[in-house]
């Protein structure tokens, strides 16, 4: 079986779904009879260096850094399909890429896949002022994912928000994992951060890591620090990622006379060095409603640390209150600081790690033999129809 995961980005531009693909890439490679190959916009002056074949497609320059692929104006690409017969096409945005491959797939016969993973309308309104654009730029990804074969989603409240979108037809569900395992040399890990960061060994230490962006809502994080801080609570909070916001950001944490509890750590892309935060944090705060299943907490839970987040949003499905995590109300800093020092007081983030690890933990390759499962299905149905 030969596969081809498209994104209409790639690295040195990282988020959650350029990991996603890699790790599908990467785990599927290793089950026998396997392919699977990365179809992805060109960046400027960037080598590839992954475990699998990336064929970079022409591109242009689009908002926040992203190159946006132009694959139907790109002759390398026509050859490289030519020459490569692929048995699935699996799509991972509804931008460019998608377009072209879903009327790629139908004009030769090869099943598409469309997975949704990012709630784009919101993007849309934060990025374009005139609501007419905002609804032409939702018209046009419906257009590209109505065109795929078949469509899959990361969470139950994801596959909702597509069909409040409009999407109509049957929605699978295949949750995300991780690529990270917890180490041997944990306390060597911990160890480094307290140096790192001048903590004190028993001081406690919440984290948030990812693209910092206004509607992850980390300001929102910064008023459970403050209503922490002023309930006497002794902790840093370290903040792992860049982004357009990070100045805003670090603005409304001086506002909050916060600057001797918040650390900006800035992007962190080496693995080990991030699960040692990680290791060294004993709560991560997200208090994000975007993500429609964000990798976070699942990365957090494979190094035993529990997630508080927000009750009832798409990511918090796996999540089960006070067994593997906490979930508090949305916006009520308050709620989320009152369960906190709960947790602390009553000694339950032990038994929360714990539970964590056992229960949210999954790993990539884990996924990928669901995948595949999927995948085989579907062509399982294509021979059965001829």
Not at 14 to 35: H, M, Q, R
Not at 53 to 76: C, H, M
Not at 200 to 208: A, G, T
Request: net charge positive; with cysteine.
């Amino acid at each position: 079986m030969r596969v081809l995961e498209v994104l209409d980005t790639y690295y040195p531009k990282f988020d959650g779904p350029a990991l996603v693909i890699t790790s599908y890439a990467k785990s599927l490679n290793k089950l026998e009879g396997t392919k699977a190959e990365v179809c992805v916009p060109r960046f400027p002056k960037y080598e590839d260096h992954q475990p699998f074949p990336v064929f970079r497609v022409k591109s242009q320059k689009g908002p926040e850094g992203y190159y946006y692929g132009l694959p139907s104006f790109d002759g390398k690409l026509k050859k490289f399909l030519k020459e490569n017969k692929f048995d699935l096409i699996h799509i991972h945005s509804p931008f460019t890429m998608c377009g072209y491959f879903t009327k790629y797939g139908k004009k030769h016969g090869i099943p598409t896949i469309y997975t949704f993973h990012t709630k784009f309308r919101d993007d849309f309104e934060r990025l374009l002022k005139l609501k007419l654009s905002q609804k032409i730029a939702l018209k046009y990804i419906m257009n590209n994912i109505n065109r795929a074969d078949y469509v899959l989603t990361v969470s139950d409240g994801a596959a909702d928000t597509l069909r409040e979108y409009g999407y109509k037809k049957e929605i699978k569900v295949l949750r995300n994992g991780t690529d990270l395992v917890c180490p041997t040399n944990e306390q060597e890990l911990k160890d480094k951060i307290t140096q790192q960061y001048g903590l004190k060994k028993d001081e406690k230490v919440f984290l948030s890591v990812g693209r910092i962006v206004e509607n992850k809502k980390l300001d929102f994080a910064l008023l459970v620090m403050k209503e922490l801080k002023t309930s006497g609570v002794k902790f840093k909070y370290l903040i792992v990622g860049a982004g357009p916001y990070e100045q805003q950001l670090k603005e409304k944490v001086s506002e909050l006379n916060l600057e001797d509890c918040v650390i900006f750590t800035g992007k962190i892309m080496d693995r080990e060095f991030l699960s040692a935060h990680y290791l060294r944090a004993d709560l991560f705060i997200f208090p994000s409603t975007f993500d429609t299943a964000s990798l976070a907490p699942i990365e957090a839970a494979a190094m035993k640390l529990p997630t508080i987040m927000t009750k009832g949003c798409s990511t918090a499905e796996i999540i089960t209150d006070g067994r593997n995590g906490i979930l508090a109300v949305e916006d009520d800093a308050k709620d989320w600081a009152n369960k906190i020092i709960s947790a602390i007081e009553n000694d339950e983030l032990k038994t929360l790690s714990e539970n964590a690890q056992k229960e949210v933990y999954k790993t990539w390759d884990q996924v990928a033999i669901e995948v595949k499962n999927y995948y085989d299905s579907i062509l399982k149905e294509k021979k059965a129809i001829k």
